[in-house]
């Protein structure tokens, strides 16, 4: 079946055996050359590093948990010399009666190489467990790849790890599992080993000290950061969340929505409670919009309830009425059209957090406006409050302090260099002036750290914050959406869609092997049309090269809007002969359509690409996100 001389391979040529002689699965999508063979489901890169440190170990009691066509479990096996007993588990739920013969294929392999007890269990690994009396000093778990299935097989396999054990987790960095990456990185330390090579992908090994540990689950305040239950009670966790607001525990109850968020609960108790999380950490604007929203999911609320939510909005209302209005102005930050929403969402974040409300304005210095004094955000998207730029001319203090209301409208005021340019996000909390004016991108990421811990924010993630800012805020124009829709019902409607963004023009000035990273589109495009031939390809492209090269290598399954495409390597925006809302709106219609796609493939460090990521729940299996290293 292979050569036992791979077992003296250097790590080169372990990479090289994987990628092209193994065999694979898929090889498109795990980065090797053959398929058939062993059947591999491994990024070379990663798995030959696996190899050699279990190589290096001295195991004497091995147990895999899902080995699909045990290709794996064999190499696995192989690699650890001094092996005594090696099992593997698989309920063959995939592939059934050839994936059970091809196991027991490799299985025999091994017993002839191998003076162990070697076994193949076909059973889940909960009925494994539940009558296993044997211990481990290494557990691989790559069964169930959803979030609860993972948890299940890591408290199980703490029971009969050995102390001083090791679980190895596959597909940590996998963008198609995101439950194990999550489990992962809960269960992950400062001495952990990975190898990880690949969003495809990914392998984590953990030690345990103890094997007496377990994973906990219990509701209290220092494990609801960290855990969730297996079994999620909405009514449970609701009413633990209400109990530690009315104890003071401003920091669990927030954990518990986030809970409760991740589960996709919209209700009214879930806005009430968020309502009132908000009130109590003095974020009194926040408060009035989760109770609004609450209000609108009343139906069915008993009277009582309903009614002293209508007060205490009253209550909200006569604060906000007594309270000095305060407003962040976030100005065009006059990059590319995506990067300066993403510029938006991060000054959003900064208002969310200290109670003031936001107003977007986008001059003359927005690459996508008319040049006029119109504010171009309202070309392309509804307002973000009720509040307008002349409710901020009208104050008289401002922060920083180079602008005043006699500047207000003018922009690229020490922007980038000066008194008062590039400040950082910290800058701006704490402050008594009437108006904050951002005119410099502040990543999400920078100002997480700055969230305090009684934040509805602090136990989201920067995607989670992401999204929950779009949804809440960036909503396009009307006369833009219906646009998109017209497109989409005359031309793309009755037949399933990949869009494929992929960005050419001054990208490539910024990423050193963009070139490179432009010949993986094919491949991970070729996955999809593989396993949906009858795909259409919806493409959005800024290069003029890449459409003439997509439209000949995939013919009439091309689809595109007629847009503005360049053939030199700068920008269309920033090129100066384009009018700036036709292009504006070009990129906002293609992302309206890309949404509206059954399946995505995308450039990780395009601002375009990573919004149609943001602003849909894809399943994982439908969205493939490409990279690339900067200059």
């Known amino acids: 079946m292979i050569d036992l001389e791979i077992l003296d391979y250097s790590l080169q040529q372990l990479i090289d055996f994987i990628r092209y002689e193994a065999g694979c699965s898929s090889p498109e999508y795990f980065l090797c050359q053959a398929s058939g063979g062993l059947e591999l489901q491994q990024v070379p890169e990663e798995y030959a590093q696996l190899l050699l440190w279990l190589k290096s170990q001295h195991f004497k009691d091995y147990l895999e948990l899902g080995i699909g066509r045990g290709g794996s479990f064999l190499l696995n096996t192989l690699f650890q ?25 490799k299985i025999d392999f091994i017993k002839n190489q191998k003076q162990a007890d070697i076994r193949f269990i076909n059973s889940s690994t909960d009925d494994f467990f539940a009558t296993n009396l044997n211990h481990f000093d290494c557990i691989f778990i790559d069964a169930d790849h959803s979030y609860e299935g993972v948890i299940k097989d890591y408290e199980n396999a703490l029971k009969f790890l050995k102390p001083g054990g090791y679980l190895i987790f596959h597909d940590i960095n996998s963008q198609a599992c995101p439950g194990v990456g999550k489990m992962w990185r809960e269960v992950a330390n400062k001495d952990s080993i990975t190898f990880v090579a690949s969003t495809t992908c990914g392998i984590g090994i953990v030690r345990i000290e103890d094997a007496a540990y377990s994973y906990s689950y219990t509701a209290t305040s220092d494990s609801l950061a960290t855990s969730a ?18 104890s003071g525990d401003l920091a669990s109850a927030n954990n518990l929505c986030h809970q409760l968020l991740t589960e996709k609960i919209d209700n009214f108790y879930m806005h009430y409670l968020l309502c009132l999380i908000a009130e109590r950490s003095g ?12 209000l609108a999911h009343g139906e069915g609320i008993p009277a009582k309830r309903f009614a002293a939510a209508g007060d205490l909005l009253n ?3 006569k604060t906000l009425e007594g309270m000095s209005k305060k407003y962040h102005l976030i100005k065009a930050w006059g990059c590319g059209f995506f990067s300066d929403v993403y510029h938006i969402l991060g000054q959003l974040l900064i208002a969310e957090l200290t109670g003031r409300i936001p107003v977007v304005y986008w001059g003359d210095n927005s690459c996508y406006s008319d040049h006029s004094q119109a504010n171009a955000f309202e070309i392309f998207f509804q307002p973000v409050s009720s509040a307008t730029i002349s409710d901020v001319v009208n104050c ?10 006699r500047n207000i409208m003018h922009n690229n005021i020490n922007r980038l260099e000066g008194d008062f340019s590039r400040l950082p996000p910290n800058m701006f909390f704490e402050r008594p002036e009437e108006v904050l004016v951002s005119d410099f991108f502040n990543s999400i990421e920078s100002i997480i750290p700055l969230i305090p811990p009684g934040s509805f924010f602090a136990e989201l993630s ?35 869609w990949l869009a494929v963004h992929i960005r ?24 999809f049309l593989y396993k949906y031939p009858n795909l259409g390809i919806f493409l959005l492209t800024d290069s003029a090269q890449l459409f003439e090269e997509y439209l000949k290598e995939y013919g009439d399954r091309i689809f595109c809007t007629t847009v503005n495409r360049t053939s030199v390597n700068v920008g269309l925006h920033l090129q100066g002969i384009h009018h700036g809302p036709t292009i504006g709106r070009e990129v906002l219609v293609d992302v309206l359509l890309a949404l509206k796609c059954d399946y995505f493939v995308g450039y990780a460090k395009s601002n375009v690409s990573v919004a149609i990521e943001h602003m849909k729940e894809w399943k994982p299996t439908d969205i493939f996100m490409l990279t690339a290293k900067p200059k």
Request: aromatic content about 10%; charged content about 25%; hydrophobic content about 35%.
């Open 81 to 105: 010399p001094e092996l005594t007993r090696a099992w593997a588990v698989d309920n063959c739920e995939y592939w059934q009666q050839s994936q059970k013969d091809d196991i027991q294929t």
């Open 229 to 246: 239950k297996p079994a999620f009670s909405m009514q449970k966790t609701m009413a633990l969340a209400f109990e530690r607001l009315n």
């Open 283 to 294: 974020n009194i604007h926040s408060a009035h919009t989760h109770l609004q929203e609450a």
């Open 315 to 317: 209550q909200l209302e």
């Open 396 to 405: 008289s203090s401002f922060f920083p302090p180079k602008w005043n209301k």
């Open 462 to 496: 920067e995607e989670q914050i992401c999204r929950m800012l779009l949804l809440k805020y960036i909503k396009p124009a009307t006369d833009i959406t219906h646009i998109a829709d017209r497109i989409y019902n005359e031309s793309m409607v009755n037949r399933s």
């Open 504 to 527: 050419g023009s001054d990208k490539i000035y910024e990423y050193s092997d963009l070139m490179e990273t432009h010949q993986k589109y094919h491949d991970a495009i070729k996955g």
